[in-house]
């Protein structure tokens, strides 16, 4: 069942190439998404005024990467709430209003109340869901179904690279048919995602050199993970990969928000995972860096390749391929899994049944 590998994890990471094949290919008719076969209307993607993402866990952090990626782009508000807060909520949605709701196996608790609350109050439902007619995906208005197929480990890592890939589509869509993009731009747009396939490939053979970071965290009680814009989004999924199955404490911080606080636990004792694949705020995110070296902290630094680092600004370094700053999560997400999976590994625990957790959350 593991078909060689130690364990479901890996196995898992490792598909994750093919995943996203799966998943984004069908859809896509001369370039394009189209979501003619799963019975997506254009009318919904374009007639809506505000978008809402909801969902727990891993899937609600590849809502926070959608929402980085989509406000900007479309124009309209795009908010993510965590499900367990959103169903006692009174949120403003409506029917001019489109909620995604995304879930891996279909059936967790709170995203199914946020479900049935968002349409209560009239508005337009889509599910991102991985298990086919799961009551989450029957009870929707529309689903996007992913194609990871069953994803064992507790531990999320092929689930959550494809309903990164949906959103990205859905996001793309939305922007073709609400005319933020033309053809060429959509066209161009998918190209650039269908590129993040053979960089995840590029960081799973790069596996080794993500192993041998880890010899900087296990003995470590805390680990930090920093990044602005998406990739704040980014790190908080790091944290959450590295707690649950290494149990090592992890936070994910925003680079610019250290100084209102959590700097004050950077001393010579912590890493610090900083991610810096965004242009737009590299310089921002170093100078935040400089601040962790000042404190004595341990930085691991995530760029893309032909970035230019002055020397000492980190004390060890992973790339990823050249790939446009939008679609960088891909091949980040792998390192977050790797560096995970590793820790765990090299603690000698259980990494696809961590202690106190369910894959599937059915109780409140
Ligand atoms: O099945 P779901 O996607 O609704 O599950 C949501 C979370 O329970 C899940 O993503 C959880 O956070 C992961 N096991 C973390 O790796």
Redesign the pocket.
């Known amino acids: 069942m593991k078909n060689g590998f130690p364990h479901f994890m890996l196995k898992e990471i490792h598909e994750q190439p093919e995943a996203l094949k799966n998943t984004i290919l069908p859809r896509l008719v001369k370039g394009l998404p189209d979501f003619g076969d799963d019975g997506i209307p254009d009318t919904v993607l374009k007639q809506c005024r505000q978008v809402h993402i909801v ?7 590849a809502g926070m990467v959608a929402r980085a990626l989509m406000e900007p782009l479309l124009r309209i508000p795009v908010m993510v709430s965590i ?1 367990s807060e959103f169903r006692y909520e009174e949120p403003l949605i409506d029917d001019k209003t489109l909620v995604i709701i ?7 608790i709170d ?1 199914l109340a946020a479900l049935r609350l968002a349409k209560a109050f009239g508005a337009s439902t889509l599910s991102v869901v ?2 086919k007619g799961s009551t ?1 995906a029957r009870e929707s208005d529309y689903v996007f179904y992913t194609h990871a197929g069953p994803e064992i ?5 092929k ?2 690279s494809v ?1 990164l890939a949906a959103l990205y589509m859905v996001c793309c869509r939305m922007a073709l048919v609400r005319g933020n993009y033309s053809h060429e731009e959509a066209e161009d747009f998918i190209k650039k995602l269908l590129d993040a396939i053979p960089a995840m490939e590029a960081m799973i053979e790069k596996r080794d050199e993500v192993k041998a970071l880890v010899t900087h965290l296990i003995n470590k009680p805390d680990a930090f993970f920093i990044g602005r814009g998406l990739d704040y989004a980014f790190s908080l ?1 790091g944290a ?2 590295l707690k ?2 290494s149990y090592i404490h992890a936070e994910a911080c925003a680079a610019g928000e250290l100084k209102h606080g959590t700097i004050a636990l950077i001393t010579d004792q912590v890493p610090v995972i900083a991610i810096a694949t965004q242009e737009k705020v590299f310089s921002k995110t170093i100078s935040n860096i400089r601040e962790v070296k000042a404190r004595g902290g341990f930085v691991i630094l995530l760029t893309k390749e032909r970035t230019k680092v002055e020397p000492g600004i980190a004390d060890a370094q992973v790339s990823i391929p050249e790939i446009g700053d939008k679609f960088t999560v891909f091949p980040i997400a792998v390192v977050l899994q790797l560096i995970a999976y590793y820790a765990s590994v090299g603690k000698d625990l259980d990494v696809d049944q961590p202690r106190n ?5 059915t109780v409140e």
């Open positions: 969902a727990c866990g891993t899937a609600m952090h499900a995304i879930s891996q196996s279909g059936e967790t995203t991985n298990v989450i480990a507790v531990a999320s890592t689930a959550y309903q999924e959450l990969k649950e199955i957790l369910a894959k599937s959350v």
